[in-house]
């Protein structure tokens, strides 16, 4: 009988753990929504890139897994603020004009005042904002794909290149305050 009053005790507790952990997990997943939410409509983060997937690649150059992922080291960032935008990004992939010969990098560099932000919610909870820089002749839109979870993907249209996406995540810019 006691072994039975000492089991049943120690189905008790792990419930009210559970219970506990599932309060607080369902809390702090609801913070991150809310973070996420408060990024997009006031127009104010930076989209940290750390993988590129190019949409064409010579067979040559596919990994042994198939994958054609690159993996990016740090400080590949889209910037949106209320005001401007800022890109530094880099490019893999056709380009259908020749680059300037005096050029010695040409990847995705913008950085304008003068542009359209629209973004709207599905049904899955996922924010896509499209980005449409007014002044810039090389690229002609960045679509983000945002996920509640702050992870995020970014796909470049470009006016003279394939197009290429960009997995990274989403994070508040370092002079806001919440």
């Given amino acids: 009988m006691r072994y039975y009053l000492c089991l049943l005790a120690a189905c008790v507790a792990a419930v009210n753990f559970s219970c506990t952990s599932a309060s607080k997990l369902s ?3 609801l913070e991150q929504e809310q973070k996420i939410r408060h990024f997009v409509e006031s127009k104010s983060f930076v989209f ?3 993988n590129a997937n190019p ?6 150059n596919i990994l042994p897994n198939g994958s054609q992922l690159r993996n990016l080291t740090p400080g590949y960032t889209l910037t949106v603020m209320d005001d401007s ?4 990004l880099p490019y893999y992939g056709r380009a259908y004009t020749a680059p300037n010969p005096t050029s010695t990098d ?7 005042k003068k542009f359209s932000y629209t973004y709207k919610q599905n049904k899955k909870g996922i924010y896509i904002v499209t980005i449409n ?3 810039d002749r090389v690229t002609s839109s960045f679509i983000l794909n945002i996920g509640l979870n ?3 993907t970014l796909q470049v249209q470009s006016v003279n290149r394939d197009a290429i996406s960009f997995y ?9 305050i919440q």
């Avoid at 040409?106 to 304008?112: E, H, Q, Y």
């Avoid at 990274?168 to 806001?176: F, M, P, R, S, V």
């Fill in 85 to 88: 935008i800022s890109a530094y």
């Fill in 168 to 176: 990274g995540d989403i994070q508040l810019l370092k002079g806001d």
């Fill in 27 to 29: 809390s702090d997943k």
């Fill in 150 to 152: 702050g992870y995020a």
């Fill in 133 to 135: 820089p007014e002044n």
């Fill in 55 to 60: 949409m064409r690649t010579n067979i040559l």
């Fill in 48 to 50: 940290n890139a750390t």
């Fill in 106 to 112: 040409n990847g995705i560099k913008v950085n304008t």
